[in-house]
């Protein structure tokens, strides 16, 4: 396993170390995160490099804290899909859980991204050294990419067994947290989040897991 100095120093080229770039938000080193939520970009304009400190890593709880003031402050209302992610690590815990996005900038949509924003290097270099068990891919742009990468299709509420660059790992893909199925409580997202680490400690455990 690399050194987390190698891996901030890797992170912080692939970026520029661009002030709109949020490549990931986990709580301590990334090294150990065994699920991924993957997204198409970030919206929130909290930064992230104020949050990202070695040796401890990314302290995603005063990241949170920051936003939430952030939102009181500023009269927002934000966006639903933070809170359904804060339901889905509920129910993942205690396994930890990152969440990335395809693109790493900032931006209120696909759209406004530039051509050099729609990046997805970011990603690809989270998956190939951490390593991550089980993945959930949300949104079209997250699942075309996981598609392409894996040169197979992956349909929605499906665990697919994978292998990514040697990786065995199983992706499950869903609506856009901010495109739900009516009827979707923070419950039903926690309840997501225990079938992730539900799985994720089967793959530890040595379940088996078939290649489709």
């Known amino acids: 396993m690399i050194e987390l100095s190698e891996f901030d120093r890797t992170i ?6 661009h002030p709109e770039a949020r490549p990931f ?16 970009n970030p919206v ?40 359904r992610i804060e ?6 815990a205690p396994v930890r859980c990152l969440e990335t996005n395809v693109f790493p900038y900032r931006s209120p949509n ?4 530039t051509i050099n924003q729609r990046d997805p290097r970011v990603l690809d ?19 075309t990419h996981f598609e392409r ?15 990514l660059s040697g990786i065995r790992m199983e992706i499950i893909t869903g609506q856009h947290l901010r495109r739900v199925p009516e009827g ?12 992730l680490r539900e799985r994720c400690e089967s793959c530890r455990a040595g379940g088996q897991v078939f290649e489709v």
């Open 44 to 83: 929130t304009p909290t930064p992230f490099w104020p949050y990202w400190r070695l040796p401890y890593g990314c302290h995603k709880k005063e990241w949170l804290g920051d936003y939430r003031d952030y939102l009181v402050r500023s009269g927002d209302r934000g966006s639903p899909t933070r809170e």
């Open 184 to 195: 979707w409580t923070y419950e039903r997202f926690e309840q997501l989040g225990r079938q």
């Open 149 to 163: 990468l894996t040169g197979r299709p992956l349909p929605h509420d499906e665990f697919t067994s994978v292998t």
């Open 125 to 143: 270099y989270l998956l190939r050294v951490l390593a991550p068990k089980v993945v959930f891919a949300h949104g079209g742009c997250a699942v």
């Open 12 to 17: 912080r080229e692939l970026t520029g170390e």
């Open 25 to 40: 938000l986990c709580e301590g080193s990334p090294f150990g995160c065994d699920v991924f939520l993957v997204g198409l």
């Open 87 to 92: 339901s889905i690590f509920k129910g993942v």
């Open 110 to 113: 696909q759209g406004s991204l």
